[in-house]
């Protein structure tokens, strides 16, 4: 069923008052910073099938940790069994390693971004398992279903607050590299908080000890600048001293592992061809085998808009596939631009209503029985992230 587009009959001050009331448009920095173009409208989308195919992705994690697992425990090693291991390796960010902790024990949430394909309907693009900084904005837009009176399809606190024991004192770490996201970790604390939990964030470069954090959301992969904070976070979190609610295996979100997910037979169709870059684009092997000519390149570690080449930006795309013929390290890869349909969408212009058409991007936050979260960002670009022309929409079951 195509997914359809309402108005929820806000107006322009009642959505703008409420995004300053949640902390995401609080100051004039924050404003400036996470500026978007607002709109009253959500997507009605039928989530019965996308809970078939969260869950059926979360243990396809579940299965790439198992297999990581066992890979990081052998003493001996086939060549394309330590090829695939080094890549999670790679990924590692100074925190766990496979082999090394307890095998099943995964994010309880797995970040999936979508977009809608004309002939093909929603497509999976990336699978970012270690990564909670969406969590913040899908709370706010499941605030903005409820103001207008409509249900969410899913709430996240719903969700995330099952993990999080209300008579601890919680915190949200924010890395000096992910500053960016503290607003969406402020907006998921202010959230959660109205639920009775004790949960605060708490930036790195305030972090002089340790000693004190007991309970986290997550140790960041990218606590580059202070390394012995991080170091000492781990150690507690081996130690069972600290617990975290995502267990540090920043690994698993990888898009390195993405071709793997992509040849999984109950993926076919669903995720468009995908590969590792490791030479020529003729020798790189899809899955299923490809037959257009339109790519993107991905770096295996990055974040948002960050790391994505598109095929029309020719010499640097050009560049980034010369340099990788000989790499023994994939750094990127190389997946099938899908033709997306964009969708007539109503945004405000002042206090004017008008529609313009807008490219989807579903981020939905899966977990072992279904869907957790999710919201729908839009852009007029089919490269689709956070910018002043993004707009961001909640989603109401159908």
Same mark, same amino acid.
């Given at each position: ?30 404003? *400036? ?5 607002l709109?009253?409208?959500? /997507? ?5 099938a996308? @809970? =078939?195919?969260?869950?059926?992705? &979360? ?8 297999? /990581? ?7 001996? /090693?086939?060549?394309?069994?330590a ?10 960010h100074?925190?766990? +390693? ?9 994010p309880?949430?797995?970040k999936?971004?979508? =977009?809608?394909g ?18 913040g ?7 903005? =279903?409820?103001?207008a009176?409509?249900?969410?399809g899913?709430?996240? @606190?719903?969700a +995330? ?7 601890e ?47 986290v ?22 130690e ?8 540090p ?8 592992? /993405? ?11 669903? #995720?468009? =061809? *995908? ?16 037959t257009?000519?339109?790519? #993107?390149?991905?770096?295996?570690c990055?974040?948002?808009c ?18 990788? %013929? ?7 890869? #190389?997946?099938?631009e ?16 008008? %529609?313009?058409p ?6 939905? &936050? ?28 909640? #989603?109401?079951?159908?």
């Amino acid at each position: 069923m195509l997914p359809s587009v309402i108005d929820l009959g806000l107006a322009p001050d009642d959505v703008q008052a409420h995004f300053v009331r949640s902390g995401y448009w609080e100051t004039v920095e924050r404003r *400036t910073r996470h500026a978007c173009t607002l709109t009253p409208a959500a /997507l009605v989308l039928d989530s019965e099938a996308l @809970t =078939a195919t969260a869950s059926n992705i &979360y243990a396809a994690v579940e299965n790439l940790e198992r297999n /990581l697992h066992v890979l990081g425990q052998k003493k001996s /090693l086939l060549h394309d069994e330590a090829f695939f291991l080094r890549q999670a390796k790679i990924a590692s960010h100074g925190l766990s +390693l496979p082999g090394r902790s307890v095998c099943d024990d995964v994010p309880p949430m797995v970040k999936i971004d979508f =977009a809608y394909g004309i002939d093909s309907g929603w497509q999976v693009l990336e699978i970012d398992t270690y990564n909670p900084r969406a969590l913040g904005t899908i709370a706010l837009m499941d605030s903005i =279903a409820l103001l207008a009176g409509m249900h969410p399809g899913r709430i996240l @606190t719903d969700a +995330l607050g099952k993990y999080l024991n209300a008579a601890e004192k919680w915190h949200i770490i924010v890395s000096e590299k992910e500053m960016y996201y503290e607003t969406s970790y402020d907006v998921l604390s202010r959230f959660l908080r109205e639920r009775g939990i004790s949960i605060n964030t708490l930036r790195e470069r305030d972090m002089v000890s340790v000693r004190d954090i007991s309970q986290v959301l997550c140790i960041p992969e990218n606590l580059d600048r202070t390394p012995a904070i991080r170091d000492q976070l781990l150690r507690r979190y081996t130690e069972g001293d600290t617990y975290a609610v995502y267990p540090p295996k920043a690994y698993l979100g990888s898009k390195a592992f /993405l071709p793997y997910f992509a040849n999984q037979p109950s993926f076919q169709g669903l #995720i468009p =061809a *995908t590969a590792l870059l490791t030479g020529e684009l003729e020798k790189c092997t899809f899955t299923p085998p490809s037959t257009h000519k339109r790519f #993107i390149l991905k770096a295996t570690c990055s974040s948002g808009c960050k790391g994505i080449v598109r095929y029309d930006e020719g010499e640097m795309f050009s560049r980034i596939v010369r340099g990788q %013929r000989n790499a023994k390290k994939p750094l990127w890869i #190389i997946q099938e631009e899908i033709d997306q349909k964009p969708f007539d969408v109503i945004v405000f212009d002042g206090n004017e209503r008008v %529609r313009s058409p807008y490219y989807f991007r579903l981020t939905v &936050y899966a977990q072992k029985d279904g869907v957790a979260g999710m919201k729908i960002t839009g852009r007029p670009e089919k490269i689709v992230h956070g910018a002043p022309d993004c707009i961001q929409m909640p #989603i109401i079951a159908a």
